[in-house]
């Protein structure tokens, strides 16, 4: 991966601590969330802003390109443990994919959200930590955007130098381009726009949110926690089981300049 400048964008505000999340959808947890006051920090940006390859292809991380649902599923237990609140596995694993402090809302733990990170961190890079995977056929659907001529993006809800971390540990780093962490849903589309993508991949209805703000093509990938219905109601353009599908589809569509996600 190239490394170029560190560019950090702050918008600041937000509060201290979490309480019990409202009813409703995913979307109504985020906006109660985060609406007005979102953090952006944007990291190892490569290439000027406009000048973009024929073709760009935007990848989430967790669940889409790399496995580490047992190292997350585990610092949480542990961090949350030391907390006070217990949590199980089951509770968990709906909302994997969502930022640290949104997925401690959503499950109804109300500690002390700078406690929660520092700990969280903590068990999550003990070196006795459950490593980091390849999703079965990232490195082929990567390989399959440089073979096409394009670039591949990674934009993550991740903290920043852990995305660079799994990527490294997942054996993926020389396939990326350009990595961006901690955005989620419509704050990735800042650095979709940014690269000039075309098509972005998630496994999370947040993803095909960031796709449609940035004009991009919404491909949803059902390796996560949701399936082809929930991906589509999110407004998915295309649903496909695993990597492996979704480079075959691409063979078909990487010339294709008209792409872009349907309104």
């Known amino acids: 991966m190239t490394r170029g400048n560190d560019v950090r964008t702050l918008f600041c505000g937000g509060t201290r601590s979490m309480g019990q999340p409202q009813a409703g959808t995913w979307e109504t947890h985020l906006n109660t969330l985060v609406h007005g006051r979102p953090i952006v920090r944007v990291a190892r940006v490569t290439a000027p802003l406009g000048m973009t390859a024929p073709l760009t292809v935007g990848f989430d991380l967790d669940l889409t390109l790399v496995d580490s649902h047992e190292r997350i599923i585990s610092a949480y237990i542990r961090a949350l443990g030391d907390l006070g609140v217990e949590v199980s596995r089951q509770e968990l694993t709906p909302h994997l994919g969502m930022p640290l402090l949104h997925t401690a ?3 109804g733990a109300a500690v002390d959200a700078d406690a929660l990170v520092l700990l969280y961190r903590h068990y999550y890079d003990e070196p006795g930590a459950p490593r980091t995977l390849p999703m079965p056929g990232a490195p082929e659907a990567l390989a399959a ?9 990674v934009v993550s809800a991740k903290f920043t130098p852990a995305v660079h971390e799994a990527l490294a540990e997942a054996g993926l780093t020389d396939l990326v381009d350009v990595a961006y962490g901690e955005l989620f849903a419509h704050d990735k589309a800042t650095a979709l726009i940014a690269e000039g993508a075309r098509i972005y991949v998630g496994d999370h209805p947040g993803d095909m949110a960031a796709a449609h703000t940035a004009g991009a093509y919404a491909v949803g990938v059902t390796t996560g926690a949701n399936d082809e219905a929930a991906l589509l109601a999110a407004g998915a353009d295309l649903a496909v089981p695993n990597l ?6 691409l063979a078909g569509h990487s010339d294709d300049r008209q792409l872009k996600s349907q309104p």
């Open 145 to 153: 955007v440089r073979a096409a001529g394009g670039r591949t993006v």
């Open 105 to 107: 809302a959503a499950v």
């Open 244 to 249: 492996a599908t979704f480079v075959s589809w």
